[in-house]
């Protein structure tokens, strides 16, 4: 994001002499320009001017040669000597380019550099070294570690230079005790990212006079209007645009002003000012062409690319790129071209448009750049289409400054004066010779018109403003207004501001420019329109949330991404569950390509990650969507963009998409029950997994039941014995619970009798019955409570038995419960007893000992069907 320097801000809008960096950024606030960070450096001193008086190079065994050096770093902080008058301090110095008679930066003992780096005197090389003289990247000012810091070469003017002295404070003279305002711009305000927006916007918070810096360089530009149809004009280079592949029917380039400058002396020194500036900007000073052309797309907001003039072709063509082209850019990578690609091209040899100059609008290749040899150098000033800049720099990964702003809207009208401040400043420092000459190939549109009606401004925002408020914020922006006098206006939007395009962003730029804060607050009303509140599928999936969190289990939630890693330790084949799962395209881990057909295999990565930091008591729930892909499926459409599919495109989405149903699951770990001084240790098994969905079938009225799978039938993830499928009254299968299969605990690292559940909820919601309960009238007669105890074989389930002996008893059995279980010898082999609690009402007379009994041996009859006898 970009980096706000006062002192760059002050130079196009008046700004308060003790302005601070907090009010700065809330004065830029105020109108959508949000603070992220005020830097500050954690740079401390003592850092001084220090003046090298001897170099004496020393060869070391290890093949380096250091300096020892005595460094003048004036009468306050030098060296005494016995009769206590100043000398110059020894410092080590291994940098290259270290020599006598330099002024340098020098950091002194108890000064703290970046990275909380303390400098203190040490012995090395056979020498007590007190200081140091410090490189840009050692001072965080620069990437540069090539040397050390000689200030002759830092941009000072000779006036500058001779007046520094040893001792001088170099905290302030390199701007290191200044801290910058960082700020967030939303992609649609793309102006923002230069001086020049940043300064418009200050002027519309504060009401401070802006300067604008473009309306003093179109002044000076070259008039070639006239000139340009004379058949004997020659322009600096021959441009033409070539778009035979126009991404949305937009040519890629709209604008292409080019100028040249001869006779520059690239050796020329950038100045401390400008290096200062793009340092505290975050960028790197290079050489001084490359430093002008950044200044100003910091300054004016217009992206510039230097040429070297004498080693390009004309014509110059922007065109798209063709298939299997290459090229390698500034920073030496190889990038394989695609036919979206918009190209800058040059033409040797005759051969048109054969050489790639660069990306338009990213980056330029290594073929024509300025060098230290280049003397005359041609200024590329151009207005590029933004999506055609955006992919191209998302598909070759490489954004730069530049892309960043043509991606978001460049102003078609600056290409000139940005040329013209280049060629200023190149003239200015470089000696250079402008050309008067130059190419404008200018095909924009003018913004169209937006019939405004200030009205909107009260329905929309809520501000009740008077119409010459509106115009007056509307012409402030930079937008020309006629009309008004029946609250109609004709805007034109300024050309910076391609974001400008209805009404409705004319009555933003109002609220924004007259304050949010001054919108006042009103609650709206809410009428009730037919259906309201939850609907029944959120009611009941509260519900079932609500219900697992009051029985002591956490929700959390899991990314839904699954693996072969995940396939296995489910002891599940990969090759079979890859066919009928969602593969993604772009998937965020490499090992984990799939979306889950279950939950649990996301939660089970929860427990694993809980189990690892110590937590063995664990007990958590996931509600979450679970994608089941359909082999069979047909193809989803490729949909047009830009315009509402038809009904019939929709319909065939979503047939090929696969079934997303909503699934609830959980895993219990650990112990049930801690050990208390009432109470004993009690470890999870599958009981606490049955209990959590009894619960919720409970709440839902959903009747769900459990089966057992036979023999040989029973999901290889889950234990054969101790496990049993979910299924509705109709007998349709929701889920499965029980305990994991040792296997699977295993390679989960879970502890054994790890116990689970997962169910179908989409399945479970659409079975139940939405229809009013009727209430069965209390009776008042007296209950009647016996306990039935059975021997039953080993194979009968309790269920089974429970079953038959509620639909023998009729209407007159009030509640069953069981409440034994119990094996042994005496019983025979392979049986067991099964124990209930019944209680018999009758809703219309007393039940005598004869009714009882009738009734007792109606259920002993009925179970004696299924091999159960009533034990004494």
């Not at 290594?366 to 000033?381: F, K, M, P, R, S």
């Not at 499926?633 to 319909?651: F, H, K, N």
Request: hydrophobic share 40%; with cysteine.
């Amino acid at each position: 994001m970009p980096m706000v320097d006062i002192d760059w801000l002050s130079d196009h809008v008046e700004l308060k002499k003790d302005l601070s960096y907090e009010q700065l950024a809330a004065d830029l606030v105020r109108v959508g320009l949000e603070e992220e960070m005020i830097h500050r450096s954690s740079v401390t001193g003592p850092i001084v001017v220090g003046y090298v008086v001897d170099a004496t190079p020393e060869p070391q065994k290890n093949g380096k040669t250091i300096n020892w050096c005595h460094v003048d770093v004036g009468d306050a902080f030098n060296d005494k000597d016995e009769q206590g008058n100043p000398v110059p301090r020894g410092i080590v110095c291994g940098a290259p380019n270290m020599a006598a008679g330099e002024k340098v930066v020098v950091t002194l003992p108890g000064a703290v550099l970046p990275g909380d780096f303390r400098i203190e005197p040490r012995k090395t090389y056979g020498h007590v070294s007190d200081g140091m003289c410090a490189s840009e990247r050692e001072l965080g000012i620069g990437d540069s570690h090539d040397g050390i810091i000689l200030l002759r070469e830092h941009g000072f003017t000779a006036e500058e230079y001779e007046a520094l002295k040893p001792g001088d404070d170099a905290i302030s003279l390199l701007h290191l005790n200044n801290p910058i305002l960082e700020i967030n711009i939303t992609p649609d305000r793309g102006y923002a990212f230069s001086y020049r927006g940043i300064a418009r916007e200050y002027h519309n918070s504060t009401g401070a006079v802006f300067t604008d810096p473009v309306k003093r360089l179109n002044s000076l530009i070259p008039d070639i209007a006239a000139a340009e149809v004379e058949p004997s004009y020659a322009p600096d280079v021959d441009v033409e645009i070539e778009d035979d592949n126009p991404i949305h029917g937009v040519i890629g380039c709209d604008r292409y002003y080019a100028r040249a400058i001869h006779h520059v002396d690239t050796a020329s020194r950038t100045p401390n000012t400008m290096r200062r500036r793009l340092i505290r900007a975050g960028m790197r000073p290079i050489s001084l062409p490359v430093d002008v052309t950044n200044y100003v797309m910091m300054d004016l907001g217009q992206p510039l690319h230097a040429y070297d003039l004498d080693a390009i072709e004309g014509p110059i063509v922007v065109r798209r790129a063709r298939e299997g082209e290459e090229l390698v850019t500034l920073d030496g990578k190889s990038h394989t071209l695609s036919v979206e690609d918009l190209l800058i091209t040059d033409s040797p040899n005759g051969e048109r448009a054969s050489r790639i100059l660069g990306i338009a609008g990213v980056m330029g290749g290594q073929y024509g750049e300025v060098t230290d040899e280049t003397t005359n150098i041609l200024i590329e000033a151009a207005h590029f289409d933004p999506i055609s800049i955006a992919r191209s720099a998302r598909r070759h990964k490489i954004p730069s400054e530049a892309s960043r702003r043509f991606e978001r809207g460049v102003d078609t009208r600056l290409q000139p004066a940005a040329a013209q401040e280049a060629v200023e400043l190149l003239s200015k420092y470089g000696s250079g010779s402008a050309s008067h000459s130059p190419k404008d190939l200018n095909n924009t549109v003018k913004p169209k018109d937006i019939l405004f009606k200030a009205s909107e401004v009260k329905r929309l925002a809520g501000l009740d403003c008077e119409l010459n408020r509106i115009s007056e914020v509307l012409i402030d922006i930079g937008c020309r207004v006629g009309g008004g006098g029946n609250g109609e206006f004709t805007v034109a939007p300024p050309t910076w501001r391609p974001d400008l395009t209805e009404p409705c962003d004319l009555v933003e730029e109002v609220a924004r420019l007259i304050g949010y804060d001054n919108i006042p607050v009103v609650v709206p009303s809410a009428p009730v329109l037919g259906n309201s509140g939850l609907t029944p599928f959120q009611l009941r999936h509260r519900w079932v949330a609500n219900t697992l969190a009051e029985s002591g289990l956490v929700e959390t939630l899991s990314y839904p991404f699954v693996g072969d890693e995940d396939f296995k330790a489910f002891a599940l084949e990969p090759e079979t569950v890859h066919g009928n799962s969602v593969q993604l395209e772009n998937p965020l881990a490499g090992d984990r390509p799939y979306l889950r057909r279950s939950l649990l295999m996301t939660l089970a990565l929860t427990v694993q990650r809980n189990i690892r930091r110590g937590l063995q008591n664990v007990g958590i729930y996931e509600l979450g969507r679970v994608f089941l892909w359909d082999p069979q499926a047909p193809a989803i459409p490729a949909l047009p963009g830009g315009v509402r599919p038809s009904d019939e495109q929709l319909a065939a989405l979503d047939a090929g998409l696969p079934e997303q149903p909503e699934h609830v699951a959980a895993i219990f770990t650990g112990n049930a029950e801690d050990a208390g001084w009432l109470s004993q240790k009690r470890p999870v098994d599958w009981t606490d997994a049955v209990e959590a969905v009894e619960r919720v079938s409970k709440r839902l009225g959903a009747r769900l039941s459990l089966q057992q799978p036979a023999s040989g039938e029973s999901d290889p993830s889950w234990h054969p014995g101790r496990s049993a499928r979910v299924l509705l009254p109709d007998g349709s299968v929701v889920g499965t619970v029980g305990e994991f299969h040792p296997e699977v605990n295993a390679a989960l690292g879970l502890p054994a009798h790890s116990a689970a559940f997962e169910l179908n909820l989409t399945a479970i919601f659409s079975a139940l019955d939405d229809s009013p309960v009727q209430a069965k009238a209390i009776s008042t007669f007296p209950p009647v409570h016996q306990d039935l105890a059975f021997t039953v074989p080993e194979a009968l389930s309790a269920q089974e038995l429970q079953d038959t002996i509620v639909k023998a008893a009729g209407d007159d059995l009030e509640s069953i419960e069981l409440f034994d279980v119990f094996t042994g010898d005496q019983l025979g082999k392979d049986k067991k007893s099964l124990a209930y609690a019944v209680t018999f009402r009758s809703p219309v007379k007393t039940l005598g000992a004869e009714d009882s009994e009738a009734l007792r041996s109606v259920i002993v009859e009925a179970a004696e069907q299924l091999g159960a006898q009533l034990r004494a």
